[in-house]
């Protein structure tokens, strides 16, 4: 299928002589939900704001439903909505003033019901005569996102739409981008949160310092990924762990007074019942528990090593 975006050897060199983008290639499905995963640093917003023609490329070419961003500016623009990582809006606007705006901005007549539906949507219809500046942070984000539908763009791209918003505009935003989706918006989200990623994306990309290092489905992702460990902090150390317990994928930390298990959250089994089994028979006994997923940082950490 022809990508909706198509981002083909693009590079980006700051005016600092700092290299933000390397060899960049990626193609975005049309109607998918795409998310980008990266550490601090690593390049997302960059990548964004070129796409969005807002930072100039150094090299390359990006192709937005088959218009150059650069070329074809206008075109490219009005298929593309952004919800940027940064509050910027104009403070002393009123909501609806500043959401109907973004409308005119793209070229689009006025449209009243659909800026009303999409406030209501976002829980700011109460709001709408408030100016942005009496708003707290996450209205202000929840304002940033009804600017971004208020053109009812095609494809949709959200920088970190919920870092530190709450878990009810978290729960909103993946209902809104799901309805969105469903109305065949492509969308492209970037996150530090892993479970967002797991929760939202059809695909996912991961880049570290400037390179795409990794783009897979999701299902296959989280498969790779989905590696869990079980911490039993033991009434007594152990010197090593007994020949009994051979069988099951065991270390000990702590000097000896951790038992870890890893096990694959995406198998059919987790073996967990047997291991505890098997301790109980060993003799081997536990004052507590817990279980622990690999942090975004160490997944990038070992897909990097992988790659290097
Ligand atoms: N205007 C600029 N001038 C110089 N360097 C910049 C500029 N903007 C960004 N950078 C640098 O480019 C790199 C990538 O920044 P970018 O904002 O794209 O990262 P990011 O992946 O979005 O990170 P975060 O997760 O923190 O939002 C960083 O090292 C940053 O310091
Ligand atoms: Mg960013």
Redesign the pocket.
Same mark, same amino acid.
């Given at each position: 299928m022809h990508p909706i975006i198509s981002v083909s050897n693009l590079s980006k060199t700051?005016?600092?002589g700092?290299q933000?983008l390397k060899n960049v290639d990626l193609e975005i499905r049309a109607g998918e939900i795409f998310a980008l995963l /990266?550490?601090? /640093?690593? /390049?997302?917003?960059?990548?964004i704001?070129i796409i969005c023609g807002i930072?100039r490329a150094s090299e390359g070419r990006v192709l937005a439903d088959g218009y150059d961003i650069v070329k074809d500016y206008r075109a490219a623009r009005s298929k593309i909505g952004l919800v940027p990582?940064e509050l910027t809006t104009d403070a002393f606007e009123t909501v609806w003033a500043t959401v109907s705006f973004s409308r005119g901005l793209f070229g689009k007549p006025p449209n009243p019901p659909l800026v009303e539906r999409v406030l209501k949507d976002l829980s700011l219809w109460e709001k709408k005569d408030n100016k942005i500046i009496t708003l707290s942070g996450g209205m202000k984000r929840r304002v940033l996102i009804a600017k971004a539908l208020a053109h009812e763009p095609q494809i949709l791209f959200l920088?970190?739409p919920t870092a530190g918003v709450d878990v009810e505009l978290r729960q909103d935003m993946w209902r809104l981008v799901r309805e969105l989706r469903d109305t065949g918006v492509t969308i492209i989200l970037?996150t530090?949160y892993i479970e967002e990623a797991e929760e939202m994306a059809d695909r996912i990309g991961v880049?570290n310092k /400037?390179e795409i290092v990794l783009v897979e489905e999701k299902a296959e992702l989280m498969r790779k990924l989905g590696r869990k460990r079980l911490i039993l902090h033991l009434q007594n150390p152990l010197a090593s762990v007994p020949q009994s317990l051979a069988d099951h994928r065991l270390e000990l930390s702590a000097h000896g007074s951790e038992l870890i298990y890893t096990y694959d959250t995406q198998g059919e089994r987790t073996g967990i019942t047997a291991l505890l089994a098997d301790l109980d028979r060993a003799g081997i006994r536990f004052k507590d528990l817990e279980t622990e997923q690999s942090s975004l940082e160490e997944i990038f950490v070992s897909l990097v090593r992988e790659r290097s």
């Open positions: 700051y005016a600092s700092f933000a /990266g550490p601090n /640093g690593a /390049g997302k917003t960059t990548l704001s930072v990582q920088d970190e970037t530090h880049i /400037g």
